[in-house]
Each structure stands twice: as C-alpha cells, then as structure tokens.
C-alpha cells in the first residue's frame, strides 16, 4: 500500500504542472474567451530561458539573431526566474495584442485554431534557436526525502504542489474579493456592459493574459528541474491541461487545480501497475489517463444537439461547390504526370510525398472543411493504417492491393472510434478530444514494441500486382516512377470521390451539419449518423494517405505519425484552404517534405524556419482569410461538358396541389405537454390539435414558454405528454425522426445554413420529403412560389432578415409537411410583406398542410388563423375563434399584466387593430 502511495506522491510534480497550466487557461478564457493551445508553449520558452540564464545566457527568440548572448556568469535562482517570468508575461501580452485582440469577435473554435499556431510558431523558434535535444536543469527545491512507509519520497514534488496550491488560492482570493476580480467577471459576462460601466475590456484582458502567460511560466520553471527540458514533452502538457481545465468548466480555479494534481498522481500511478503486473500496458496508460477523464466527462455532460442559444455560427469559410471538374482534372493529371516523368532523385521524391499529402490533407477538408468537426488526428489515422499494414503483409501474407484496402479499413473503424464522442459533444471539446486520442495512440501503439510499433519501426512489403514492381525503388532507381504513378491514380480517385461527395445530398447534409445542428435535425437530417459517417470516410481517406506512406518508407516509425505533425499537417490545410477541394491538394504541395518545402529550402535556404512559417501563416490566415489560399486563385470558367438530355430548359413542372385536407379529424394532438427546467415550469399540460388545412395561432407575451412548446412538440427539449401525428406516436422520437414523419418546422432566430446558398438551404428541407416531384423541381416551384428564385444561388449569409426567414420558411415548405410549426415568421416583414406570407400560408394550408403560427404580429396571427390558442407561464389560458380572442377578458389581463381582480376596459371602447406585437388591449382590437 505504502508503495502505492508513494507513487501517488510522485506524481504530484507532474499534476502540479498541469494544474498551472490548467489556472493558466482558466484565466486566459475568463478575460478574452480564448482556450488557448500555446500554453503549454509558454511555459516551455519561460523554462527555457531560465534554464539558459541559470547557464549565463540569455535566449535571442528573432530568427536571423544570434541564438544566445552570453552574460558573463551564471544567474541565481531568483533573479532567473524573475527575468523568465518577464519574459513570459511580455510574451503573453504580445499574442494578445497582435493575435486576440483582433479575434474578439470571432467564434471560439477559431480562436483556438489560432492558438494552435501560436503554438507551432513557439515551439519551432525554440528548436530552431536551441535545438530538441534534452536539457537538464539544476534544482530549485532542496533534494530532501521523507519516509512514507516503507518508501522514501523526494520532498520538491510535494513543495511544488504545495507552491501551485497557493497560487490557485491567491489567485481565487484575487477573483473573488478584488476589484480586479470583479471587473474581470463582469468583462468577460458582458463587453458591452464593462464598457457602460467605465470598464476597459482590452486593459483587462492585457492584465490577464500577461498573469496567464507568468503562471504558465512558473509551472514550466518549477517542473524543468524534475522533468528534463524538450520542446515537444513540454508542449503535450497541454492535454492533460486541458483536461483539467474542462473539469473546472474553464472556470472554477478549484476544480481545474484538483483535477490537474490528482491526473498527475494517477499517471504515476499507472507506470508503477506496469512494473506490478504483467498484463499492464508497458506504454500509453498514463496518457490514457488523461483521455478517459476527457471522454467521461464531457459524454456524460454533452448533449446530442446543442440547446437553443448555444448554436456555433460559422467558424470556417465557404466550402465551394465543385462543377465543371473534368477539364481540369484531366489537365492536372496531365501535368502531374509530365512533373513526375521530368524529375528524379529529391524532386520527384517531393512530388510523390506531396500527392501522398494531398490525400491526407483532402481527408481534413471532409472532416473539418465539410462536417465541421476539427480534428486533430487524421495524421495519427494514417500511422494507424501503416502499421495495420505491416500486421497484414508480415502477419497475415495479404498482398496489394487488398492490403492497404483493408489496412485502410481498419483505420476506419478507429475513426469510427474517434468519432463516438462527436454525438454528444460539438467545437472546441471535440478538437481537445481529438488531440488527446492522437496523443495517446502514438505512446500505446506506435512506440510500443510489445505491439507492432516500437522506434525500431515494422516493415512492409513491396506493393506488386500482376507482377509488376509498383514500390519506391531503393538506391539510384529511387523514387521509381511507378509508385508516382500509383500515389497519383490514387489522389486522382480520391479527389473525385471527394468532389461526388460535395455534391451529394450526403455532402449537403454535412454542410448542413457544420453550419447549425439543431436546424440540420429539424431538416430531418440524422446528425448523429452524418457525423460518424463523415469520420468513417474521412478515416478511410487517411487510412489510404497512411498505407502510400509506408510503402514510401518501407517501414512503419513513429516520427512520420508524430503529434506534432498532424498538428502542423492541420495549420498547412487550413492555410490552404481547409473547405475545398484545391486547398486539400494544395496542401500537400505545402507538406513538409513536398516540393514546396523542397524549393524553399533549396533556393531559400529557410528550410529550418518552414515550421515557424507554417505556424504565422495560419494565425494570419484565421485573421485575415478564412477560406484560406485556395479562395484566392483565380476562378477559371471551364466550359461544361454536354450532357445528354440536358440541351435546353427544362420545361416548367406544373404545379402539385394536394386535396383539402379533412378538418374533422386532427392530423397533429399534443396532450398534456409539460416541460420543466430546474425548478422552472416553462410549459404545464398544454393540449391542443391541428386539423390538416388549418392554421392554428399560438400566441403569448414575451417569456410564455410559446418556443418552448414548439421545441417539445419537434424533440428539441425534454419533455412529459404525447404527441401524435397521423396517428403516429412521436413521443420520445429524436427531432429528425419526426420530421421525416412530417412534421417541420422553422425557428425563432431563423438557423440557416449561412455557408450554403438560398438553393441548397431549401434543398436540404426537400431531401427527405416523400412527394414523387424530383428535389431540384420542388426546389425551383417553392423559390418561384416565395419570390426568391433570383437568389436562388446567393449565401444565404449575405441575405437581408426579411429574406431569412422567407429563405427559413420556403426550407419548411419544400418538405411538404403534414403540419408546419412556424416560429415567428412574420419578424423583419414590414406589414405589406407580412399580409402577403399571410396569403402565401393560407395557400399552403388550403393544400392540406396543417400549420401552427406563433408570431407578435397580431394582424397576421388573427386575420389568417382558423383557431387561436393562448399561452401565458406556459399554461394555456384561452382557445377558440379569433373573434372570441378578441373579447377574452383573460387574454387581456395576460398582455396588460393585470392583477386576476383587476377591472378590464371596455372591450367595445378599444379602436381597431394594429400590428405589432401585442403590449395593450387595444392590439386585440
């Protein structure tokens, strides 16, 4: 037991760490909403000039300077840690000014891309100017023992969790009782509100990013003793990190520094078991560690949609639809194939790892620049593939080409994996899950020999078919051509599948996806399921990039696979241009090891300073274009290939009109619906029934719970009751399953897909309709019908708000619904606009589509509405015709906010009706 213990103990150095890290985030997000990835390289540049100036020099972090300057002789302890910390707080007040400060405004997913190549710039100036190789540090800390049972324990592990503890409660009495504190709260609750109170945000956030930066310092300084200094060691502390700070929430100090300690003292923990029992993983459970905890917490805390409010709104650029690709796809081959008959030697060697890269780098563009899901690991899913490679060529005896097909395959099913927890968690979350698992598959696999990894690498074999020799030669016949021709053949399918998938209903719904969730799902569009068959294929994308790779080295090492690199593959695609098809490929021309890289290098000579480069343009490319280079290319208009049947317009579809439907019978019945949040009652046993062909209004003041309704009929939010539609049971049916039943529906805030254009954000609505009309029909007839066939292929982000929700109604329609649930139709309508989607709804129903209207505009809701239902507190206090609506003394007292007792004006005395939203009894009237 004592044994146990004293690991435990041990450990503490190291969770001590990550706590500060962690108290470093935590800060850094309070200020300016930055989960910031750098950290851990802020504290590797602060333990790397201390221990430099506990050596007599003073680290140069300007390429072009020289490395060092000597300073004569050796600092103390106190005044190279004071000069160290500086330093890191002038640091962290430089990514401020110059990186987050201009990103205030933006999503928090793309300040964190951000952060990821401030990262990657720290980390390669410091290797650049000090190199990786390990660095020792003289002690801080006396190097005492106590005895703990049976086991002696070194005290500086102890003193240095003690010495973060009392940060964390410095830092807390600051948070809680100083005005600084409470200034950074309030800043960071609200910026408009610090401003109206005499507040500066940017002073606060300076403040905290320079206390951020000197806190990650320390930890770094105080741990260089115990763990020896390395550039890429240092930077992975950010996982567990993180995994602390999501603990805490990025907010709670306490928790984050909890957390932090106790995943160091298991990691100890951990490599003792290996030592105790045989069957214990002899590398990659420490990691694991850090990975379960992530993947714990936030499945049980995620939800599979986000909640209302909570929708991320375009984090990434525009995702351009590939059309007219044959001309230029067969001149690309063309010139691929001239390049790599016209090189030899390192060019052609560069132009092979460049299209391998390509592939890798268009399995990004599905997985982030489609679906929206950042992630880290696509490089870590290749090595996957490599070395399932090995295990099928020495193994197993399985030839090419079924080999990497399968060695592909099983990478599919670790993506699979790896995309598990994306059902339930979404953004930035996901990105550090990701990051996690690639850092754990490179320990527990890669360099573990027990498995086929290890630093010795597994071979693979010569990939042969028919015969012929398709491998990448050896000595004066490499690279052979034969494995360029191949890797091209490859990249060529790849792209064009890719290209299909862009265009597919599969890839509009991934579009769908990244855009906005929660409107995906009441598309009809299965999220669940979009997302883990995004990860599938992009997996297999991977899987394919990985197993060309191993037969380019002919044997599967950790080093190609390494973390860091699929965190730099990540910046160089994103600097392409994530969202596209060219910025895939073009990211592989940007490789390292690709022929760029090789002409910088050759003719540049600033081959060591590529990763510096890579990691600036990324945070420039975050700044300043989103879409990345692939955006800026000029747009050439290839001619279209005829098509046969397609010489012409299409003659007009006449239109489809459905018999009234039959009032007698309601198509839609909720009964007794009823939700609660907390201690809060937002709707209690609200019953009511839509006939087809009617038009029931569904109003109430501001706060009656009237979307909260709508989110419960449509699955959106938890609920008790039943709904039924057609006699189906709905209850306990997830969003999209109902509306494939039928039921759809348009939100209060609209929730377009803003990458999309006007087009495909209503053909997302007609996919899944059972009508026999062909989609790109229903498509044209409901644009034709809403007046937007001429911006039919404008983003629907540019769009004014009154063609928004037009745009969000005309996605409802193109489904034909049984019944159609319209949240706020008419808001951005000016009152002619308003009396004509009045017209437009009265049409529909007359159709047979039943509708439920919830809408402020009272002219609209009492003059087209067939029944009007009163909600007020989410109960529901008056139903019937729009004239008895009118009259009810309750619905009045509701909107006047009158006392129950109160006295009622004479409803005879109030004028007529005007629009708006309904504030006074004479609205009513």
Same mark, same amino acid.
């Given at each position: 037991?004592?044994?146990?213990?004293?690991?435990?103990?041990?450990?503490?150095?190291?969770?001590?760490?990550?706590?500060?890290?962690?108290?470093?985030?935590?800060?850094?997000?309070?200020?300016?909403?930055?989960?910031?990835?750098?950290?851990?390289?802020?504290?590797?540049?602060?333990?790397?000039?201390?221990?430099?100036?506990? =050596?007599?020099?003073?680290?140069?972090?300007?390429?072009?300077?020289?490395?060092?300057?000597?300073?004569?002789?050796?600092?103390?302890?106190?005044?190279?840690?004071?000069?160290?910390?500086?330093?890191?707080?002038?640091?962290?007040?430089?990514?401020?000014?110059?990186?987050?400060?201009?990103?205030? *405004?933006?999503?928090?997913?793309?300040?964190?891309?951000?952060?990821?190549?401030?990262?990657?710039?720290?980390?390669?100036?410091?290797?650049?100017?000090?190199?990786?190789?390990?660095?020792?540090?003289?002690?801080?800390?006396?190097?005492?023992?106590?005895?703990?049972?049976?086991?002696?324990? !070194?005290?500086?592990?102890?003193?240095?969790?003690?010495?973060?503890?009392?940060?964390?409660?410095?830092?807390?009495?600051?948070?809680?009782?100083?005005?600084?504190?409470?200034?950074?709260?309030?800043?960071?609750?609200? @910026?408009?509100?610090?401003?109206?109170?005499?507040?500066?945000?940017?002073?606060?956030?300076?403040?905290?990013?320079?206390?951020?930066?000197?806190?990650?310092?320390?930890?770094?300084?105080?741990?260089?003793?115990?763990?020896?200094?390395? !550039?890429?060691?240092?930077?992975?502390?950010?996982?567990?990190?993180?995994?602390?700070?999501?603990?805490?929430?990025?907010?709670?100090?306490?928790?984050?520094?909890?957390?932090?300690?106790?995943?160091?003292?298991?990691?100890?923990?951990?490599?003792?078991?290996?030592?105790?029992?045989?069957?214990?993983?002899?590398?990659?459970?420490? @990691?694991?560690?850090?990975?379960?905890?992530?993947?714990?917490?936030?499945?049980?805390?995620?939800?599979?949609?986000?909640?209302?409010?909570?929708?991320?709104?375009?984090?990434?650029?525009?995702?351009?639809?590939?059309?007219?690709?044959?001309?230029?796809?067969?001149?690309?081959?063309?010139?691929?194939?001239?390049?790599?008959?016209?090189?030899?030697?390192?060019?052609?060697?560069?132009?092979?790892?460049?299209?391998?890269?390509?592939?890798?780098?268009?399995?990004?563009?599905?997985? =982030?620049?489609?679906?929206?899901?950042?992630?880290?690991?696509?490089?870590?899913?290749?090595?996957?593939?490599?070395?399932?490679?090995?295990?099928?060529?020495?193994?197993?005896?399985?030839?090419?080409?079924?080999?990497?097909?399968?060695?592909?395959?099983?990478?599919?099913?670790?993506? #699979?994996?790896?995309? $598990?927890?994306?059902?339930?968690?979404?953004?930035?979350?996901?990105?550090?899950?990701?990051?996690?698992?690639?850092?754990?598959?490179?320990?527990?696999?890669?360099?573990?020999?027990?498995?086929?990894?290890?630093?010795?690498? %597994? !071979?693979?074999?010569?990939?042969?078919?028919?015969?012929?020799?398709?491998?990448?030669?050896?000595?004066?016949?490499?690279?052979?051509?034969?494995?360029?021709?191949?890797?091209?053949?490859?990249?060529?399918?790849?792209?064009?599948?890719?290209?299909?998938?862009?265009?597919?209903?599969?890839?509009?719904?991934?579009?769908?996806?990244?855009?906005?969730?929660?409107? %995906?799902?009441?598309?009809?569009?299965?999220?669940?399921?979009?997302?883990?068959?995004?990860?599938?294929?992009?997996?297999?994308?991977?899987?394919?990039?990985?197993?060309?790779?191993?037969?380019?080295?002919?044997?599967? =090492?950790?080093?190609?696979?390494?973390?860091?690199?699929?965190?730099?593959?990540?910046?160089?695609?994103?600097?392409?241009?994530?969202?596209?098809?060219?910025?895939?490929?073009?990211?592989?021309?940007?490789?390292?090891?690709?022929?760029?890289? $090789?002409?910088?290098?050759?003719?540049?000579? #600033?081959?060591?300073?590529?990763?510096?480069?890579?990691?600036?343009?990324?945070?420039?490319?975050?700044?300043?274009?989103?879409?990345?280079?692939?955006?800026?290319?000029?747009?050439?208009?290839?001619? @279209?290939?005829?098509?046969?049947?397609?010489?012409?317009?299409?003659?007009?579809?006449?239109?489809?009109?459905?018999?009234?439907?039959?009032?007698?019978?309601?198509?839609?019945?909720?009964?007794?619906?009823?939700? =609660?949040?907390?201690?809060?009652?937002?709707?209690?046993?609200?019953?009511?029934?839509?006939?087809?062909?009617?038009?029931?209004?569904?109003?109430?003041?501001?706060?009656?719970?009237?979307?909260?309704?709508?989110?419960?009929?449509?699955?959106?939010?938890?609920?008790?009751?039943?709904?039924?539609?057609?006699?189906?049971?709905?209850?306990?049916?997830?969003?999209?399953?109902?509306?494939?039943?039928?039921?759809?529906?348009?939100?209060?805030?609209?929730?377009?897909?803003?990458?999309?254009?006007? %087009?495909?954000?209503?053909?997302?609505? *007609?996919?899944?309709?059972?009508?026999?009309?062909?989609?790109?029909?229903?498509?044209?007839?409901?644009?034709?019908?809403?007046?937007?066939?001429?911006?039919?292929?404008?983003?629907?982000?540019?769009?004014?708000?009154?063609?928004?929700?037009?745009?969000?109604?005309?996605?409802?329609?193109?489904?034909?619904?049984?019944?159609?649930?319209?949240?706020? !139709?008419?808001?951005?309508?000016?009152?002619?606009?308003?009396?004509?989607?009045?017209?437009?709804?009265?049409?529909?129903?007359?159709?047979?589509?039943?509708?439920?209207?919830?809408?402020?505009?009272?002219?609209?809701?009492?003059?087209?509405?067939?029944?009007?239902?009163?909600?007020?507190?989410?109960?529901?206090?008056?139903?019937?015709?729009?004239? @008895?609506?009118?009259?009810?003394?309750?619905?009045?007292?509701?909107?006047?906010?009158?006392?129950?007792?109160?006295?009622?004006?004479?409803?005879?005395?109030?004028?007529?009706?005007?629009?708006?939203?309904?504030?006074?009894?004479?609205?009513?009237?």
């Amino acid at each position: 037991m004592t044994q146990h213990l004293s690991y435990l103990v041990l450990g503490l150095g190291n969770g001590a760490v990550y706590a500060a890290l962690g108290l470093a985030l935590v800060l850094t997000f309070k200020s300016s909403g930055v989960v910031n990835f750098a950290t851990g390289a802020v504290a590797l540049y602060a333990a790397y000039t201390y221990a430099l100036l506990r =050596t007599g020099e003073l680290m140069v972090p300007i390429p072009g300077l020289p490395a060092t300057v000597d300073l004569g002789s050796p600092l103390a302890i106190a005044p190279a840690m004071a000069i160290s910390l500086v330093a890191a707080g002038i640091l962290g007040v430089l990514c401020y000014a110059l990186v987050f400060r201009p990103l205030r *405004a933006a999503p928090v997913v793309a300040k964190a891309v951000a952060s990821i190549g401030l990262m990657i710039v720290i980390q390669a100036v410091i290797a650049q100017r000090v190199g990786t190789g390990l660095v020792s540090v003289k002690p801080i800390f006396a190097l005492d023992t106590f005895e703990l049972g049976d086991s002696l324990v !070194p005290t500086d592990r102890v003193l240095l969790a003690v010495c973060i503890v009392g940060l964390a409660v410095v830092a807390t009495l600051v948070f809680r009782y100083t005005r600084f504190g409470t200034a950074t709260e309030a800043a960071a609750e609200s @910026e408009k509100g610090a401003y109206l109170t005499g507040l500066s945000p940017d002073r606060i956030a300076f403040a905290n990013w320079a206390l951020s930066s000197v806190v990650a310092g320390l930890g770094g300084i105080l741990i260089a003793p115990l763990v020896a200094l390395n !550039p890429v060691a240092y930077s992975l502390f950010i996982v567990p990190a993180l995994a602390a700070t999501l603990v805490g929430n990025f907010a709670s100090i306490w928790l984050t520094v909890a957390a932090g300690i106790a995943m160091g003292a298991l990691q100890a923990e951990a490599t003792n078991l290996q030592g105790i029992y045989d069957w214990w993983p002899r590398s990659g459970t420490a @990691e694991a560690i850090s990975l379960l905890l992530i993947l714990i917490f936030l499945v049980v805390k995620g939800r599979p949609l986000p909640d209302r409010g909570s929708v991320i709104h375009r984090t990434l650029g525009r995702a351009p639809r590939p059309d007219h690709i044959l001309v230029p796809v067969l001149l690309s081959f063309t010139a691929a194939v001239i390049a790599l008959l016209a090189t030899t030697g390192s060019y052609r060697a560069a132009l092979v790892s460049s299209i391998v890269f390509g592939i890798l780098g268009l399995s990004q563009v599905i997985v =982030t620049g489609y679906a929206g899901q950042v992630s880290l690991a696509q490089l870590t899913l290749a090595g996957v593939s490599a070395y399932a490679l090995s295990v099928l060529n020495q193994h197993l005896g399985i030839p090419f080409p079924v080999a990497p097909i399968m060695a592909a395959l099983f990478a599919t099913a670790v993506g #699979v994996v790896a995309g $598990l927890p994306a059902l339930r968690i979404r953004g930035l979350p996901l990105t550090v899950v990701t990051l996690a698992l690639a850092v754990f598959v490179e320990a527990f696999w890669f360099r573990n020999p027990e498995l086929n990894g290890g630093v010795q690498g %597994a !071979p693979i074999d010569t990939p042969r078919l028919f015969g012929m020799d398709l491998g990448i030669g050896a000595g004066e016949s490499y690279p052979r051509i034969a494995f360029g021709l191949l890797s091209l053949g490859v990249l060529t399918v790849v792209g064009l599948g890719v290209a299909w998938l862009r265009r597919s209903s599969l890839g509009t719904d991934m579009l769908a996806v990244r855009a906005n969730e929660r409107s %995906a799902a009441a598309a009809g569009i299965d999220v669940s399921r979009t997302k883990l068959i995004t990860f599938a294929i992009g997996a297999f994308v991977a899987g394919l990039g990985g197993a060309l790779l191993g037969y380019q080295q002919t044997l599967a =090492t950790p080093e190609p696979y390494a973390v860091f690199l699929g965190i730099s593959l990540f910046a160089i695609v994103y600097v392409a241009g994530i969202t596209s098809i060219t910025g895939g490929i073009l990211a592989g021309v940007m490789a390292p090891g690709g022929i760029l890289y $090789l002409l910088v290098d050759r003719f540049l000579h #600033v081959g060591d300073y590529y990763a510096v480069l890579s990691g600036s343009l990324l945070v420039v490319t975050v700044l300043a274009n989103p879409d990345g280079i692939a955006s800026k290319l000029p747009r050439i208009p290839w001619p @279209e290939i005829p098509r046969r049947g397609a010489v012409g317009a299409a003659p007009a579809e006449p239109a489809v009109t459905r018999a009234r439907g039959d009032r007698s019978e309601p198509i839609l019945t909720v009964r007794a619906v009823s939700v =609660t949040y907390g201690a809060v009652k937002a709707a209690t046993d609200v019953t009511f029934e839509v006939c087809p062909g009617e038009i029931v209004g569904l109003i109430g003041p501001n706060g009656a719970g009237k979307t909260t309704v709508i989110d419960a009929v449509t699955g959106f939010t938890p609920a008790t009751g039943s709904v039924t539609l057609a006699g189906r049971s709905l209850t306990e049916r997830p969003p999209h399953v109902r509306c494939r039943a039928g039921l759809g529906r348009s939100f209060q805030d609209v929730e377009l897909y803003d990458d999309l254009t006007v %087009a495909e954000n209503v053909r997302v609505g *007609a996919a899944r309709s059972a009508s026999e009309l062909p989609i790109a029909r229903r498509v044209t007839r409901t644009l034709a019908v809403l007046g937007l066939d001429e911006l039919a292929d404008r983003e629907a982000g540019v769009l004014s708000q009154g063609q928004r929700q037009l745009v969000s109604i005309a996605r409802v329609f193109a489904a034909e619904p049984a019944v159609a649930l319209l949240d706020e !139709p008419a808001a951005g309508l000016d009152s002619d606009e308003s009396r004509w989607l009045g017209e437009k709804l009265r049409s529909v129903a007359d159709d047979g589509t039943g509708v439920l209207l919830v809408d402020h505009d009272m002219e609209l809701v009492l003059t087209v509405c067939d029944r009007v239902i009163v909600l007020d507190l989410g109960k529901v206090i008056a139903a019937g015709m729009p004239e @008895e609506i009118r009259a009810n003394p309750e619905v009045l007292r509701a909107y006047l906010g009158l006392p129950a007792d109160s006295d009622i004006p004479d409803p005879d005395a109030v004028p007529e009706l005007h629009t708006g939203p309904l504030t006074s009894p004479e609205v009513l009237r």
